[in-house]
């Protein structure tokens, strides 16, 4: 099993920023793509950022150019950037982690963390 356990998020007001830690322990041999999801209230979960195990990135429109998603291969971490933050970000952001295929699940193995909340004030 891959364990992600997450930090950094909090209340910071509109133009602060907040970077956001994720760690991956366990069976960590083979996570390749990491990425950074949110949840609004009463809104689906959405994709923040992705980057893969060889650094290229995707970003939502929405984030673009204020947020970076970054990762340490070494320590296993991946890390979220938060710039000019607006109230429109907050929402609780979830970890994600894809690691090998799952021949049971007929899928890769998805792994989440359990969500950190970030609120930004207006």
């Known amino acids: 099993q891959v364990q992600l356990v997450e930090s950094g998020g909090g209340l910071v007001q509109a133009g602060g920023f907040l970077r956001l830690s994720c760690a991956a322990s366990?069976?960590?041999?083979?996570?390749?793509?990491m990425a950074w999801y949110r949840q609004a209230p009463g809104k689906q979960r959405e994709l923040v950022a992705r980057?893969?195990?060889?650094?290229?990135?995707n970003y939502a429109d929405s984030v673009k150019g204020r947020f970076t998603i970054s990762r340490d291969n070494a320590k296993n971490t991946v890390y979220l950037q938060m710039n000019s933050l607006k109230p429109e970000d907050t929402a609780v952001y979830y970890c994600?982690?894809?690691?090998?295929?799952?021949?049971?699940?007929?899928?890769?193995?998805?792994?989440w963390g359990q969500g950190t909340r970030v609120t930004v004030s207006s």
């Open positions: 994600n982690a894809l690691g090998g295929w799952d021949n049971a699940l007929g899928d890769w193995d998805n792994y």
């Open positions: 980057i893969t195990r060889g650094g290229s990135t």
């Open positions: 366990g069976s960590i041999r083979r996570l390749n793509a």
